[in-house]
């Protein structure tokens, strides 16, 4: 199984680097801490994982895990028809993880997309700004500790009265 | 001859283009540099429909947030509709019978139709072709009438369950459906007859916006756009879910790559999704359409909560905080082949019975993100045309 | 003159109503169209519905040009200057539906980036409910509009009143 072997390839290569690996739902799950995650996912592009699908994070907070928050990459290789998923583990203190963006274009705007909503910052990243919520925006929505309702932000627009009066 | 070797001087010019703009579908900006007519540099800005799903998700136990997901992409809710049970399914572990996932086929392949013909209508509407929108939108409305009598709604249909649908078709149905498809291939005939050939259409269409192949993996594209560049996904056929390896139609490749192999994918595409459709109700298998409901993972039949008390308690029992759906702690990610790409909904449940975490793979985000990539070089007059090419649907771009 | 002749050429009305009645059979919208209640106000103007039987189907994408803004759609707290800015380009007299949920109320997105319904801020002539509601509907809450105008009194446009 190619996937197996690429696993210890990685797990030789970075030794204190690979926490665990483990299955969920039949899906292969790498879990990493967040220094090594370009040049390990570097080796999964040259091993036939040509297509990023999709990034995203998991605010750990009450779920626990490794760190604080998890940026997670959902790997697939147009070849052998085979997914896999990468999870770096980012500290609370400092929540910032090697961008890659040089690898895979796609990268850009979801980095970004993290940035905004869970606070956590790519080095490397060409352009690390809000995307969703507006540049005034404060707070990362998606943490586990923002509120759903905001804090007010929806409320805080001047109030137009019609400048003709109508009965 | 002198006034075209030696071009006008012009200054930059930057010009804000949306987000209330009418080819912008909604909500898109768009910052472009502009020396003369020609785009020497675009920033799409995004995130004027942000609506915060993914924290709401939070929140909604899996069944509630199925309709949420209809709003998500409102072309084809169905398709989001069936993404999100199957990942749910798929984290608990849940089989749904044969017939369930038959309905589930012939009802996306039906919002796929009634996507592509709105897509391609739209296109045509921003290049100055009202006529193709008129004829699709006819077609909408019929397809439309089709999903109303499944699932008693136009549009926001919220029509799975989790481990199943809310009701069976009705009866007749199979009849409806046909007759709705021979009307497809009358329209999709007439559009090509109006737009294949015709000359301001090629000129608009060809060599705009053209995607290398390289250039589209590298930027995660999915779906239509991917394959009009050649490559050949589709995760129908790939990674077939819900019993799509039981029929038999073609992956429609082009590969020039632009905005016109774009627009001829997504018209084939319709014709196979007729075919998947007529197989679908060719075999379409007998049986319920939801699980034993005694496992306590779906809500039980309307009928038996509107008239037995055995069913009402149950159905209490079922929506009740700390009873009912009680996933494992896990995770799980399936992707599904919607009309825009690669739709995929990750979960995380930490065993309570809302999720812990659902992040929806939008395509929209990752096709849109090409685009300033696109532009550069065209002519502004360009942008609607990529724009309506790539088929951004801001609910689901920003959620 | 003769009688008939008089009977079937002047017309005696008030200017109120005169005015009245071309403003309410010309509205022109401004579709503020964003989600999934804009998908379906292109279905109001589309073959089957076709909003043209009432009046209303020119519809201008520039605020300067409207009179009537269909707000369909959720209004995120991005969206929100630019919908003030849309309402403060147009000029009166000027008439707003809120259609569907969404912009209503909110419907069901109560979180943090979703305006809680756009009369919170700009003044909303008639609400169409539904999630989304169905082009009949939208049909309904443009007749009852051109019912408000049809009522409207002319000396209740001062200007002495802005503020
Ligand atoms: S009211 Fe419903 S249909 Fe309309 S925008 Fe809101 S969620 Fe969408």
Redesign the pocket.
């Known amino acids: 199984m190619p996937l197996a072997k690429t696993f210890s390839f990685i797990k030789d290569k970075f030794p204190e680097s690979v926490y665990d690996v483990t299955e969920s739902s039949g899906e292969q799950i790498f879990h990493i801490r967040s220094e090594v995650v370009r040049d390990v996912l570097e080796i999964f592009k040259e091993k036939g994982f040509n297509f990023l699908a999709d990034i995203t994070a998991i605010d750990n907070l009450t779920l626990g895990g490794f760190e604080r928050y998890a940026v997670v990459y959902h790997l697939l290789s147009h070849d052998s028809l085979e997914r896999v998923t990468v999870k770096a583990y980012v500290a609370e203190d400092k929540p910032s993880i090697p961008s890659v963006e040089k690898l895979w274009k796609t990268a850009d705007w979801q980095e970004r997309e993290i940035y905004d909503l869970f606070g956590i910052t790519f080095d490397g990243h060409p352009n690390m700004v809000r995307i969703m919520n507006p540049d005034d925006f404060t707070g990362h929505p998606l943490r586990k500790d923002y509120p759903r309702l905001g804090n007010k932000e929806r409320d805080d627009y001047p109030v137009i009265k019609p400048a003709f009066k109508r009965k | 001859m002198k006034i075209t070797e030696k071009p006008l001087e012009t200054e930059r010019m930057v010009l804000n283009f949306g987000p209330h703009h009418p080819s912008t579908h909604g909500t898109l900006r768009i910052i472009m540099e502009l020396d003369g007519e020609t785009v020497v540099k675009a920033t799409p800005e995004i995130g004027y429909l942000h609506s915060g799903f993914e924290k709401l998700g939070e929140d909604l136990d899996f069944n509630q947030y199925i309709t949420i997901t ?2 998500m992409n ?1 072309l084809s809710p169905l398709c989001n509709n069936v993404a999100y049970a199957l990942v749910a399914e798929k984290l608990m572990d849940i089989e749904v019978t044969k017939r369930t996932r038959y309905i589930r086929v012939l009802l996306s392949e039906l919002s796929r139709i009634a996507d592509h013909i709105l897509n391609i209508g739209m296109l045509a509407v921003d290049l100055g072709a009202l006529t193709s929108f008129l004829y699709g939108f006819r077609l909408r409305e019929d397809i439309y009438d089709l999903f109303e009598m499944a699932t008693g709604t136009r ?2 249909t919220s029509y799975t369950l989790v481990g199943g649908l809310m009701r069976d078709l009705p009866e007749g149905y199979g009849k409806e459906v046909n007759r709705v498809l021979v009307e497809t291939d009358k329209i999709v005939n007439d559009i090509e007859t109006l737009l294949n050939k015709n000359r301001i259409w090629q000129d608009r269409t060809k060599e705009i916006g053209v995607i290398s192949k390289e250039d589209a993996i590298s930027y995660g594209l999915s779906g239509p756009m991917a394959r009009a560049s050649g490559i050949d996904w589709d995760l129908r056929v790939k990674e077939p879910y819900s019993s799509y390896e039981d029929f038999d139609f073609d992956v429609v490749i082009a590969l020039n790559g632009d905005v016109f192999d774009r627009y001829l994918v997504r018209t084939e595409e319709i014709r196979q999704s007729m075919k998947i459709c007529r197989q679908a109700l060719e075999k379409m298998p007998s049986g319920d359409v939801i699980i034993d409901p005694g496992l306590g993972y779906s809500l039980p039949p309307k009928d038996e909560v509107y008239n037995s008390i055995e069913g009402l308690i149950y159905h209490f029992e079922v929506t009740m905080p700390n009873r009912g759906m009680m996933p494992p702690v896990g995770e799980a990610y399936v992707p599904t082949e919607s009309p825009n790409g690669e739709l995929g909904f990750y979960l995380v449940s930490d065993g309570t019975r809302t999720p812990y975490r659902v992040r929806t793979r939008p395509p929209s985000l990752m096709n849109y993100s090409i685009f300033s990539k696109l532009i550069e070089g065209h002519m502004l007059s360009d942008a609607p045309a990529i724009i309506g090419s790539i088929n951004v649907i801001a ?1 689901e771009l920003d959620r | 003159m003769d009688q008939d002749y008089i009977k079937s050429n002047v017309l005696t009305t008030t200017l109120e109503s005169a005015i009245n009645w071309g403003r309410k059979h010309s509205l022109w919208p401004m579709p503020f169209g ?7 106000f292109m279905a109001v103007l589309a073959s089957r519905t076709d909003l043209a039987r009432f009046g209303a189907e020119a519809i201008r994408f520039s605020p300067r040009q409207s009179d009537l803004l269909i707000v ?3 209004i995120s707290i991005k969206m929100m200057p630019v919908l003030i800015r849309i309402y403060e380009q147009m000029p009166e007299p000027k008439w707003v539906i809120s ?6 109320s909110g ?3 109560d979180t943090y980036s979703v305006i809680q319904g756009i009369d919170r801020f700009i003044p909303v002539d008639v609400y169409v409910p ?4 169905r082009p009949e509907g939208v049909v309904d809450g443009l007749m009852k509009l051109q019912k408000k105008v049809g009522k409207e009194k002319l000396s209740d446009y001062t200007t002495s009143n802005t503020s």
């Not at chain 3, 259609?99 to 209503?104: D, K, R, T, V, Y």
């Not at chain 3, 539904?130 to 509601?133: K, Y």
């Open positions: 209809d709003r409102y549009l926001t609910g | 964003t989600a999934c209640c804009g998908i379906e369909a759609g959720r259609m569907g949920a969404c912009a209503s419907g069901v997105f539904g999630c989304p509601p």
